[in-house]
């Protein structure tokens, strides 16, 4: 089982991107799969999660809320992190993770089992 998440860079206050998480090994439609993110210095923390297929409920981290979108692409296996009006406040380290439960989302780092490489976004004022 892999992980595989790409999108990060550079960009300007203001600006946007999307990033990517594919994922291989076993299909993860019935899992939470959520979006982390850590800036030097600091804990790893919730930034996004999207509910097994089924359920259309998304969860975000009030710092987040408005500004980012997380979808997913079954066919494709693959969980996205649209982010727009971004700011110096979200320059980070993004690492997508899939929670080995399904029946309640988790926003604890620990409780997630598998991790993408994470994808450095930086964001200039």
């Known amino acids: 089982v892999q992980l595989q998440a790409s999108g990060g860079g550079l960009v300007q206050a203001g600006g946007s991107l999307r990033l990517s998480c594919a994922g291989s090994?076993?299909?993860?439609?019935?899992?939470?799969m959520a979006w982390f993110r850590q800036a030097p210095g600091k804990e790893r923390e919730f930034v996004a999660a999207s509910s097994p297929a089924g359920s259309r409920i998304d969860y975000y981290a009030d710092s987040v809320k408005g500004r980012f979108t997380i979808s997913r692409d079954g066919a494709k296996n693959t969980v996205y992190l649209q982010m727009s009006s971004l700011n110096a406040e979200d320059t980070a380290v993004y690492y997508c993770?899939?929670?080995?439960?399904?029946?309640?989302?988790?926003?604890?780092?620990?409780?997630?089992?598998?991790w993408g490489q994470g994808t450095q976004v930086t964001v200039s004022s």
């Open positions: 090994g076993r299909t993860f439609s019935e899992y939470f």
């Open positions: 993770a899939k929670d080995p439960t399904r029946k309640k989302l988790r926003y604890g780092a620990p409780a997630y089992d598998y």
